[in-house]
């Protein structure tokens, strides 16, 4: 499976995670985001970067490969649902936080799929750096990639 990371080019090739708190991760956890397609990680990256910043960064996809044979542990919206009907609000971070940094906890897969807060029938995937598994996660390609000016940034 091939998965999809949009990044500034300086770090296209880095493989690891910031360790800046995310949706499903807090401060000082390491996890990777990839989409499940190209047109889903650039969404996300519209969503999470403030508009000016787009247009005037360099930009780099990294295509990521993961083995088919790899388990990959996933967290549904149904799951997600029961806890909270509107887990994918800002302000509910701490409940996909939880689960995330849980998942980097237990190190049963270096892989985690979860819905997209911005298109929930779509995945995201992420990677835990930390697990024995992730040295066979390869990133088969980078290459440019601009922001069309007609998409629009908060």
């Not at 300086?10 to 360790?19: L, N, Q, T």
């Not at 000082?28 to 190209?38: P, V």
């Not at 909270?84 to 998942?103: E, F, H, M, R, S």
Request: glycine share 6%; with cysteine; proline share 5%.
């Amino acid at each position: 499976m091939n998965v999809y990371r949009i990044s500034q080019t300086k770090y296209a090739h880095d493989r690891k995670g910031s360790g800046i708190d995310g949706r499903w991760n807090s401060m000082g956890q390491y996890i990777i985001y990839t989409g499940g397609s190209l047109a889903l990680s650039c969404l996300e990256k519209l969503a999470h970067t403030p508009g000016t910043s787009l247009y005037s960064g360099d930009f780099s996809v990294a295509i990521i490969t993961i083995p088919d044979s790899l388990p990959v542990f996933e967290i549904t919206t149904t799951r997600l649902a029961k806890l909270n009907a509107n887990w994918y609000k800002v302000i509910n971070y701490p409940i996909t936080q939880l689960l995330g940094d849980t998942w980097l906890r237990k190190m049963e897969t270096a892989v985690l799929k979860v819905p997209s807060a911005i298109i929930d029938m779509e995945y995201n995937y992420l990677l835990n750096q930390a697990h024995p598994d992730y040295e066979k996660i390869k990133i088969s390609s980078v290459s440019k990639f601009t922001f069309d000016p007609r998409l629009k940034a908060r």
